[in-house]
């Protein structure tokens, strides 16, 4: 290593967006199987905005602070104590709370290879919700013939939920606010606005009765119209939002593992023209706070992104 320092977004006490700040960190040795990676993107996530309010998931052990956000990213591989990485290597992965800087170590085990044609900020906002998405369709069962409810269609989550089930030959019928609707129609799904009066507006457009259902919103009631949609068959409603449901039987919670060979699964979807990408906005390290502020306000299209250099 030639450089001994990095900048990182960190965090040194839990709050707003406020508490994001800049910091100069230094480089620590790497442990056998690790690997240090300069950051090119790093996606953006709802639950890296929990975190910095001070709600860790409970699968990650809380870390004294500074603590830096971010659990994806895309790089160049500079430092290797891993027998299947050496430096120069083009790579994307994952790994909690190291993501949000100009370098991170992670383990080799992490790391997929990055295809030559992906560029940097999908490469870096591919792992967390793609590999949620590829989870809750596994778990799910989602099939050819099925009719697929996605709250939240038009989010990081949705827009690869929307395209693995299209690919899986499902009818996916997507809720979004209107200004998603084409970007929607644009991914395969049929578009409905959520809110009030759900299952109609839904019945008026499907094909057939849903028979499955995915909630990867932000809001409340998805978990009861889609067991209104889906005859309460519980078995058949997945989520990623609200728990309480799930452990109350209402619902399946979907859970990890996330795993290189998934990722490298979706990277090759991606390649093949199965998956598309929505970056719709990219910010520099500098700008954590606005990126936090615009996460939060719970409306997207696809993904946002940090980009060095
Ligand atoms: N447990 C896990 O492993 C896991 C992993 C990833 C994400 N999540 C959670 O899953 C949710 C989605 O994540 P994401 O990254 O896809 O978020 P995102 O990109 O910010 O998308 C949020 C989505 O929620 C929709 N939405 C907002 N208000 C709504 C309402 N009242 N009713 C229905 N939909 C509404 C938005 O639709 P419009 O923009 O069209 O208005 C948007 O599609 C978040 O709550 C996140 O914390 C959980």
Redesign the pocket.
């Known amino acids: 290593m030639t450089e001994s320092t990095y900048k990182a977004v960190v965090v040194n006490r839990f709050g707003g967006p406020e508490v994001l700040e800049l910091a100069e960190l230094p480089d620590r040795p790497l442990a056998p199987g690790e690997v240090r990676v300069a950051v090119k993107a790093a996606g953006i ?3 890296d905005a ?1 975190i910095r309010a001070g709600l860790m998931p409970a699968t990650i052990a809380p870390p004294p602070f500074p603590i830096t956000p971010g659990n994806e990213l895309a790089g160049v591989v500079v430092e290797s104590a891993s027998d299947d990485w050496a430096p120069g290597d083009a790579v994307l992965g994952f790994q909690p709370l190291v993501a949000y800087a100009e370098r991170a170590v992670l383990p080799g085990a992490h790391l997929v290879a990055k295809p030559e044609a992906m560029p940097w900020e999908i490469a870096g906002s591919l792992s ?2 793609g590999q ?1 998405a590829h989870i809750a369709l596994e778990a799910l069962g989602v099939k050819d013939g099925d009719v697929l409810l996605v ?8 827009t690869v939920a929307v395209q693995l089930a299209r690919h899986r030959g499902a009818t996916v019928i997507g ?3 209107e200004g ?1 609707h084409a970007y929607l129609r644009e991914l395969g799904a049929i578009p409905v606005a ?2 009030p009066g759900l299952p109609e507006r839904v019945r008026a457009v499907a094909p057939g009765p849903v028979t499955v259902a995915f909630d ?4 409340e009631g ?1 978990i009861a119209d889609s067991l209104e949609l889906t005859g309460q068959d519980a078995s058949r409603v997945g989520t ?2 609200a728990y309480e449901e799930a452990e109350a039987g209402r619902a399946v919670a ?2 990890g593992p996330r795993t290189a060979a998934r990722l490298n699964e979706l990277a090759h979807l991606w390649s093949d023209g199965v998956l598309r990408l929505t970056v719709s906005r990219t910010y520099r390290l500098s700008e954590a706070a606005e990126a936090h502020r615009a ?1 939060e306000t ?4 696809g ?1 946002s992104v940090f980009v060095t250099g």
Do not use: D, L, M
Request: positive net charge; aromatic residues 2%.
């Open positions: 996530q709802p639950v929990s967390a919700s949620t709250h939240g269609a038009a989010g990081g989550v949705g809720t979004a606010s998603n959520y809110g990867a919103a932000v809001g998805h990623i939002v979907i859970r996460i719970g409306r997207a299209r993904k």
